[in-house]
């Protein structure tokens, strides 16, 4: 009989044991050996409905250092405590089990090579994309391929915020306050909304394909906190709705990983990922592309992935598989450059407050056109007043992010232009 131990009896850990409940039977069919939960660690476990018949402890460390733990899984979120915890485990010989993306982001190639080395299971499935089981898909069937990109919603937060913005006409705060009663948002939501959970996530998924070390370190990242309900709007009125991509993607000895709100446009099927909703598209090089789509987010789709890790960890246990053989090898051992935002091209979004005085839009273009950017599409409205500011809103050519901050530091500083220039990438992909 295999004990596991809950570390975090939060949204996921609370979710994981109904879930292992409720699926009990069908769970049983799948493994080798049978398993219980054998302790719960929870600073504020006496705060929490919690089932009377498995032993509590406030105490994580009590975990690794139980010799009667086998499994342990990781669910409190946060780097130091997780990374001491999950290192003693595995030096404890116990399997573990994380959704933790932060950790894995910050220290993933450390903990794959100690568990390969301790011969213990170590899975993460839930730390990218909730309940989509996009590692699994990368490591296990897309693995014999080339994968040339990835371009995915992966924060389901910021997903959930853009579209009840835009669908439901509500503010930022109060669609950001609803994402955290869902139980979607971090303990810390910031990591949400600064982008830090996707990069987090891209990061991952970049160190996996691309073999490539710490990618995290040189991940462009922009969060949504700058997205109003004015550009929402006009980005409606050209075609396009905004959404918060992660990019991965390999050009001959250079990869891109970043992460930003992007423009996409109506008829490209990411416009169509809705509410907590991630989807993850995967383009390789023989297969084309694929799009894997499920929740993002919540304690159900996060505690489905943590359950598809615990049946790997209990047959592994075993069967001793060569599953992390496989799935760490080399892992950080490539040295790809990560190219500099600067450098990578795509159409912008371009919002700009002006005076609507005669000759102002000239002088804009004249700007852009200097650095050879020319208008694909542009949207102006009457102002209420005379006096009033007008926002003008552009969409670009294709151009690299260098010629786009020089044009806009001079756009800034044209007298009848006010503040800053709030400048959104427009997604570029082969449909659309
Ligand atoms: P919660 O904040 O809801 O739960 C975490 C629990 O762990 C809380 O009860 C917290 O106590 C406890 N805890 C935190 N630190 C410690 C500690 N040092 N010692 C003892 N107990 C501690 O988080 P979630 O359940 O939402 O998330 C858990 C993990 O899963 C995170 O890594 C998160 O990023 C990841 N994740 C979450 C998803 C989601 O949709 N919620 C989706 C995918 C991954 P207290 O309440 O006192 O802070
Ligand atoms: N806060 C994260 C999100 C949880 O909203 O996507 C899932 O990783």
Same mark, same amino acid.
């Given at each position: 009989?295999?004990?596991?131990?809950?570390?975090?009896?939060?949204?996921?850990?609370?979710?994981?044991?109904?879930?292992?409940?409720?699926?009990?039977?069908?769970?049983?069919?799948?493994?080798?050996?049978?398993?219980?939960?054998?302790?719960?660690?929870?600073?504020?476990?006496?705060?929490?409905?919690?089932?009377?018949?498995?032993?509590?402890?406030?105490?994580?460390?009590?975990?690794?250092?139980?010799?009667?733990?086998?499994?342990?899984?990781?669910?409190?979120?946060?780097?130091?405590?997780?990374?001491?915890?999950?290192?003693?485990?595995?030096?404890?010989?116990?399997?573990?089990?994380?959704?933790?993306?932060?950790?894995?982001?910050?220290?993933?190639?450390?903990?794959?090579?100690?568990?390969?080395?301790?011969?213990?299971?170590?899975?993460?499935?839930?730390?990218?994309?909730?309940?989509?089981?996009?590692?699994?898909?990368?490591?296990?069937?897309?693995?014999?391929?080339?994968?040339?990109?990835?371009?995915?919603?992966?924060?389901?937060?910021?997903?959930?915020?853009?579209?009840?913005?835009?669908?439901? #006409?509500?503010?930022?705060?109060?669609?950001?306050?609803?994402?955290?009663?869902?139980?979607?948002?971090?303990?810390?939501?910031?990591?949400?909304?600064?982008?830090?959970?996707?990069?987090?996530?891209?990061?991952?998924?970049? $160190?996996?394909?691309?073999?490539? +070390?710490?990618?995290?370190? %040189?991940?462009?990242?922009?969060?949504?906190?700058?997205?109003?309900?004015?550009?929402? $709007?006009?980005?409606?009125?050209?075609?396009?709705?905004?959404?918060?991509?992660?990019?991965?993607?390999?050009?001959?000895?250079?990869?891109?990983?970043?992460?930003?709100?992007?423009?996409?446009?109506? #008829?490209?099927?990411?416009?169509?990922?809705?509410?907590?909703?991630?989807?993850?598209?995967?383009?390789?090089?023989?297969?084309?592309?694929?799009?894997?789509?499920?929740?993002?987010?919540?304690?159900?789709?996060?505690?489905?992935?943590?359950?598809?890790?615990?049946?790997?960890?209990?047959?592994?246990?075993?069967?001793?598989?060569?599953?992390?053989?496989?799935?760490?090898?080399? $892992?950080?051992?490539?040295?790809?450059?990560?190219?500099?935002?600067? #450098?990578?091209? %795509?159409?912008?979004?371009?919002?700009?407050?002006?005076?609507?005085?005669?000759?102002?839009?000239?002088?804009?273009?004249?700007?852009?056109?200097?650095?050879?950017?020319?208008?694909?599409?542009?949207?102006?409205?009457?102002?209420?007043?005379?006096?009033?500011?007008?926002?003008?809103?552009?969409?670009?050519?294709?151009?690299?992010?260098? %010629?786009?901050?020089?044009?806009?530091? +001079?756009?800034?500083?044209?007298?009848?232009?006010?503040?800053?220039?709030?400048?959104?990438?427009?997604?570029?992909?082969?449909?659309?």
């Amino acid at each position: 009989m295999l004990k596991i131990g809950i570390c975090g009896y939060g949204t996921v850990g609370q979710s994981l044991i109904s879930h292992l409940e409720m699926h009990n039977d069908k769970i049983m069919s799948n493994i080798s050996e049978e398993f219980v939960v054998a302790l719960i660690a929870d600073r504020s476990i006496d705060k929490k409905d919690h089932r009377k018949d498995i032993a509590i402890t406030k105490d994580v460390m009590d975990i690794p250092s139980s010799s009667e733990i086998d499994i342990v899984i990781e669910l409190m979120g946060g780097i130091d405590i997780p990374y001491k915890l999950i290192t003693a485990s595995i030096k404890n010989k116990k399997h573990v089990i994380t959704a933790n993306k932060a950790l894995i982001a910050e220290h993933g190639d450390e903990l794959f090579q100690l568990a390969e080395k301790h011969n213990v299971y170590f899975g993460f499935e839930a730390s990218v994309a909730g309940a989509i089981p996009v590692i699994q898909t990368l490591t296990n069937n897309m693995s014999n391929e080339d994968i040339l990109s990835i371009t995915g919603i992966i924060n389901g937060t910021c997903n959930y915020i853009l579209d009840q913005m835009s669908s439901h #006409d509500l503010e930022f705060t109060d669609a950001l306050n609803e994402a955290k009663k869902l139980g979607y948002a971090e303990a810390d939501p910031t990591f949400d909304i600064n982008g830090m959970d996707a990069a987090h996530k891209i990061s991952i998924l970049a $160190s996996l394909i691309y073999k490539v +070390k710490s990618p995290l370190k %040189s991940t462009y990242v922009e969060g949504i906190e700058n997205i109003t309900s004015m550009d929402i $709007s006009f980005a409606k009125e050209l075609g396009y709705c905004i959404k918060h991509v992660g990019i991965t993607n390999k050009q001959n000895n250079s990869i891109q990983c970043r992460v930003h709100p992007v423009l996409v446009h109506k #008829d490209n099927i990411l416009s169509q990922v809705l509410g907590v909703m991630n989807a993850v598209l995967i383009t390789g090089d023989k297969f084309g592309t694929s799009m894997l789509y499920g929740h993002g987010a919540g304690g159900d789709a996060t505690a489905s992935a943590v359950v598809s890790n615990l049946v790997e960890a209990i047959n592994f246990s075993s069967n001793k598989d060569l599953r992390n053989k496989i799935i760490f090898k080399n $892992s950080g051992s490539c040295s790809f450059d990560i190219t500099k935002n600067n #450098d990578i091209s %795509s159409p912008f979004y371009l919002r700009i407050y002006a005076r609507d005085i005669s000759g102002v839009m000239a002088e804009i273009t004249n700007i852009l056109a200097n650095q050879n950017i020319s208008i694909e599409a542009v949207t102006q409205h009457e102002p209420a007043d005379l006096d009033s500011l007008i926002p003008i809103v552009m969409i670009t050519n294709n151009v690299d992010g260098l %010629s786009i901050d020089k044009s806009i530091t +001079k756009i800034e500083s044209l007298a009848h232009v006010e503040g800053k220039v709030h400048a959104i990438r427009v997604l570029k992909t082969d449909d659309k």
